[in-house]
DNA sequence: AAAGATTGACACTTTTTTTACCAAAAGATA
DNA sequence: TATCTTTTGGTAAAAAAAGTGTCAATCTTT
């Protein structure tokens, strides 16, 4: 239905288009137009507009956009208007935040379960989530309709990991570990690596001051 | 003394550069040509070597990259050779989870202690490193140097608290809560918006059949 | 000393992203 | 109802960013 390709810089605004018009909604703003909402999103007016008509015409001439439309409209667009059902593969500290987000849930992302191949932590619930033996997986998978695992294991059990609860269903992987899983191009990877972003944070201060002097034209 | 503004992606590829340079060290290897570099790393030599030139002539002519002295070189431009004294502000699951975790203490990030609004989690100790009350927040940074703080906490909280830490000296946010914190430009902050990269995941997912009619020209 | 390898620098190309513009459509006003 | 104002949607243009190709210079190796 869509044919043109979507910048990634798009894509990347998305969510934040929605977390802005979810605020409005929250204080009972009906409409707003390009313009104000650039404002306070401190973007232009004419980004908005054409982000937006990536995906179809949501305002109307002379009113602006009604908010709660639009804000579902994002909502669909982005997919999360459907529920999803998550796994998190690795019952460690950062398996157990993530599990015990609650926020995740409200946009209709389901955790489902949680696997580990340390017996320890088998049986152990997280806010009601349960940690399975990854034996289980391939029935859990199926039986669950598991569409997302989220990777909270070391690099060195990663790829292994990826590529089997892939051949189990799973059609996208929410990468924690850090290293590149080369996967098949049908299976959708989102990278979160933590140390690479701590080490731009690093680079960022260590070169803070270079810029400053390039302001003086 | 770098005059040219070194690129976004530039930056973001660093870290790749420094662990598959730091993989080759721990394989022995001692020298490598942007070529080899290349096939491994799944992008074209002139890259690497346009890359790297950003900030520096690293290789020779005929030999290529020694190993064990580019990845030095690396950690100097991120800034990882020296260490950073990190505080963890919200001492929940998040929170918990990045103090257990020890491998940003090997690349010189040192997390000095957490801080949290809860008294019942005051005290606590994670791995040793214990949980203070936020009003010793001011005395703490100033006595420890700590440049970065860690943002673990709801979005309610978390601009008034950066603007806190910022005020007695910290340099840098870590942002993991989900709100645009906008602060003066001699701050850095780097966000980590998982909701946001949970979106993005899901759009993929959503929108993933879209392209395949792309392929056959 | 000659041959081979490989970088560093530059210029060029391509892609991506952003901004400007304006006709058309709807709302607001009187 | 007619007119004025607002504001979108779509297109085109501009600007910025990112990536690639080339080759002289220089180092290694034989």
Do not use: C
């Amino acid at each position: 239905m869509e044919q043109k390709e979507i910048s990634r810089a798009v894509i990347k605004r998305l969510p934040r288009y929605y977390r802005y018009l979810g605020e409005l909604m929250k204080d009972g703003v009906e409409r707003i137009s390009s313009n104000e909402l650039s404002e306070r999103m401190k973007v232009t007016a004419s980004q908005i507009r054409q982000d937006l008509n990536n995906f179809g015409g949501f305002g109307q001439q002379g009113y602006g956009y009604n908010v709660p439309y639009l804000y579902s409209e994002i909502a669909k667009i982005l997919g999360i208007d459907k529920q999803h059902n998550i796994i998190i593969i690795g019952a460690g500290n950062l398996g157990q935040a993530i599990a015990n987000y609650t926020n995740f849930e409200r946009r209709g992302f389901m955790i489902k379960g949680m696997f580990d191949i340390n017996p320890r932590l088998v049986g152990m619930t997280v806010r009601g989530i349960e940690v399975y033996p990854v034996e289980q997986l391939e029935e859990f998978i199926k039986e669950n309709d598991v569409q997302i695992a989220a990777l909270t294991i070391p690099k060195t059990k990663a790829k292994e990991m990826a590529e089997k609860v892939i051949s189990y269903g799973v059609k996208a992987i929410w990468n924690f570990a850090h290293i590149d899983l080369d996967l098949p191009e049908d299976v959708v990877v989102e990278n979160v690596h933590l140390s690479e972003s701590l080490m731009r944070l690093s680079y960022k201060v260590t070169h803070m001051d270079d810029n400053i002097k390039e302001i003086p034209r």
